[in-house]
């Protein structure tokens, strides 16, 4: 009899970045590895997918390269103009 191969599952998390103090920086739900705005490697995550309304950002599809989780960030903000 075979054994069925083990399948890893991504775990799909959802953050909030207006709840997020700081540089925009947080540690990744599932394996705590932290995920900044600023690393733009692509060593620590990737960005799967973006969406846009009205030109604007309003989600971004994150996966962890640790563990494979999917994260989608929500709540950027529009800046008000100087």
């Known amino acids: 009899m075979m ?3 083990a399948i890893k599952k ?3 998390y959802t953050i909030d970045l207006t709840k997020i103090d700081g540089d ?6 599932k ?3 932290i995920i900044s ?3 733009e ?6 960005i799967v997918e973006t969406k846009v309304k009205n030109d ?4 971004l599809l994150l996966t962890c390269n640790k563990c494979g989780s999917t994260i989608k960030l929500e709540g ?3 800046q008000p103009e100087s």
Do not use: H, V
């Not at 490697?41 to 990737?46: F, H, L, P, S």
């Not at 604007?56 to 989600?59: F, H, S």
């Open 3 to 5: 054994k069925k191969a």
């Open 10 to 12: 991504a775990i799909n």
């Open 24 to 29: 925009g920086a947080f540690p990744c739900p």
């Open 31 to 33: 394996c705590g590895i």
């Open 37 to 39: 705005p600023d690393d």
């Open 41 to 46: 490697t692509e060593e620590i995550y990737q």
């Open 56 to 59: 604007e950002l309003a989600e």
């Open 76 to 78: 950027f903000l529009t």
